[in-house]
């Protein structure tokens, strides 16, 4: 009776953060119809002061989901796999090094998507360049062409004389064409790609939190957990989805990020409850490490590459920043207190 209610509570949690989150992700954009956040220009809306509050509200639970929450636990993950001879032991600190690598890995995910994309970009304005200097060009031609037709003087014949017709000179405006500026501007980094860096960085980590709640073994520290990762995931939801709107990014790539985040930490629960019907979840595992480590670095390129990257912004989007921090800071605790001393088994 305990195992089956165990599994009603896991498979409710699944429903509940799915819906849940879902509604957190397209709730900027029920309020955008009363705030108007996006009917500013597209240049100011990511300053407009409740925006940069809520964003960095986002990258202080960001810090102190990378340092205090994931980080820890791929220390603990990978000293285990060590110590159980999993893994080999390196003369470097392996945990920081894959956080490391997830951090280039993004670096360099969006660098090669801007490259690619940036590359098409300066294709089409230079075709467009081109075509406009050969429309000033044929413009330029016309202009002289009616010119010298102004400043050629008729001869008329009035009874067997020959009149010189005075012709009126009209001024016309020579527009050279080295003197034409061509602008040439960097081009601008696609909208998708916003949201993009975001979604990859957080999908790991809530697909590792869900599994969290699906490795638990029993119906109260389930929802315990529930509530803390919930708490966690749903102002990542909302900080998520208004970013993502803020970019202007096209509606039907916003709705596939939105739903890709909302629907991973169910999954993890899946993955969870499949991990407990076979092994003990107090076994290391060397993917779970691996990922984690790498999740935690490309979580960390995205805080301070998209979200808290501003320039003396002010002291209320420093203390917003704060309490981000120091919620999530409050909700480690609480998880912590909850699990309570975990420890790993190395498999027989």
């Given amino acids: ?28 954009y029920v309020l955008d119809r009363w705030f108007k956040w996006t009917r500013r220009a597209k240049s100011n809306a990511r300053e407009f002061f409740a925006v940069l ?24 993950v990978v000293g285990a796999l060590q ?6 032991w390196t003369p470097f600190a392996l945990p920081e090094m894959l956080m490391c690598t997830g951090f280039f890995v993004m670096y360099a ?25 050969l429309n000033k060009e044929q413009a330029i031609m016309q202009c002289c062409e009616k010119q010298v037709q102004l400043n050629q003087s008729p001869v008329e014949t009035v009874q067997g004389e020959t009149v010189q ?3 009126v000179q009209v001024e016309t405006v020579q527009v050279e064409p080295e003197h034409v500026e061509l602008m040439d501007v960097e081009p601008e980094q696609p909208n998708w790609m916003r949201g993009l860096g975001i979604i990859v960085a957080l999908s790991l980590h809530e697909l590792f939190g869900g599994m969290a709640i699906g490795l638990e073994e029993s119906v109260d520290t389930v929802w315990f957990m529930c509530a803390a990762i919930a708490c966690h995931k749903l102002v990542l939801a909302f900080c998520i989805g208004m970013e993502i709107m803020m970019a202007h990014t096209r509606w039907l790539i916003a709705v596939i990020y939105l739903l890709v985040f909302s629907i991973v930490t169910p999954i993890g ?24 480590g790498i999740a935690c670095g490309t979580l960390l390129y995205v805080v301070y590459f998209e979200i808290v990257a501003k320039n003396h912004a002010g002291w209320r989007i420093f203390l917003c920043s704060l ?26």
């Fill in 269 to 292: 629960v899946g993955i969870g409850i499949a991990v407990t019907e076979n092994s003990s979840a107090n076994v290391p595992s060397i993917p779970a490490g691996i990922l984690q």
């Fill in 109 to 133: 995910i969006e660098e090669l998507m801007y490259f690619v994309v940036g590359r098409r970009q300066r294709q089409k304005r230079k075709a467009k360049q081109l075509q406009l200097q």
């Fill in 323 to 348: 309490g981000g921090f120091l919620l999530m800071f409050g909700l480690q605790i609480a998880v912590v207190e909850a699990a309570g001393n975990s420890s790993y088994v190395c498999p027989n």
């Fill in 1 to 28: 009776m305990n195992d089956h209610d165990l599994l009603v509570a896991k498979i409710v949690v699944i429903v509940v953060m799915l819906l849940v989150t879902l509604i957190f992700c397209f709730l900027p």
């Fill in 165 to 167: 017709v005075e012709t």
């Fill in 53 to 76: 509050c809520l964003l960095n509200f986002g990258g202080g639970v960001l810090i102190a989901t990378t340092f205090i929450h994931i980080l820890p636990a791929v220390v603990g």
């Fill in 83 to 88: 110590k159980c001879h999993m893994l080999a």
